[in-house]
């Protein structure tokens, strides 16, 4: 009698100590596998603010006045373009309207300087001046001459080197008439205002005349 509930007890505590199949299962759906060590990606936001850190810096406008919109859009500012009376001139530096390079402009001054660091929406002003006029005329030789008529006004300048220059104000309203030496070959006058050529004449000959 006794031998029997000893066996009965000796199997309860076996049974009671060891994991059935179906705990083993529900263990292993349980406990989270190990994971091994990897490198992180960083997540989107973090390589967003990491590019936000960046330094947004006013562009130089001085090295491409009639790019300035378009280097200033790229760093989220706008400007107002003025000329020397601070009459408004944007229309002329926008690519979409049809007064752009119309008359040309030479870099003054911007109100915010070159390379200072920008944050957020930024307004900045962008003197402009009326590019000068340049009047040139490559003779064929030394030795020729120019006549300027302003108005009523008459003068020569004659002996002139094979080229000859002069810078005139904004609007300058005088004709010049340039003549060969005697020398065969070409007598060009080229009047320009900044980088814009906006007129060209050419004569050949010895004593041959041009106007411009």
Not at 48 to 60: F, H, I, K, S, T
Not at 85 to 108: I, K, L, R
Not at 113 to 120: C, I, K, Q, V
Request: charged fraction near 15%; proline fraction near 7%; glycine fraction near 8%.
């Amino acid at each position: 009698m006794w031998g029997s509930a000893a066996i009965a007890v000796a199997a309860m505590v076996v049974l009671g100590g060891c994991s059935t199949g179906s705990d083993s299962a529900e263990a292993a759906r349980t406990t989270p596998p190990a994971s091994s060590p990897t490198a992180e990606t960083p997540r989107p936001s973090e390589v967003a603010a990491e590019a936000d850190d960046e330094p947004v810096l006013m562009p130089d406008l001085s090295k491409g006045l009639y790019t300035a919109v378009e280097d200033l859009r790229s760093v989220g500012a706008h400007a107002a373009f003025v000329d020397e009376a601070g009459d408004d001139v944007s229309s002329q530096f926008d690519p979409e309207s049809s007064d752009f390079q119309s008359t040309p402009y030479v870099f003054v001054s911007q109100s915010i300087a070159a390379g200072r660091g920008l944050s957020g929406y930024t307004e900045v002003t962008v003197k402009v001046k009326h590019a000068d006029t340049t009047i040139t005329v490559d003779f064929s030789g030394p030795g020729g001459s120019i006549t300027e008529l302003d108005g009523s006004r008459l003068s020569q300048s004659t002996d002139l080197p094979q080229q000859w220059t002069k810078t005139l104000p904004y609007e300058y309203t005088s004709d010049f008439t340039a003549t060969n030496p005697n020398t065969a070959g070409t007598v060009t006058c080229t009047i320009t205002q900044g980088s814009k050529t906006i007129l060209t004449n050419t004569a050949s000959g010895p004593f041959a005349s041009v106007t411009c």
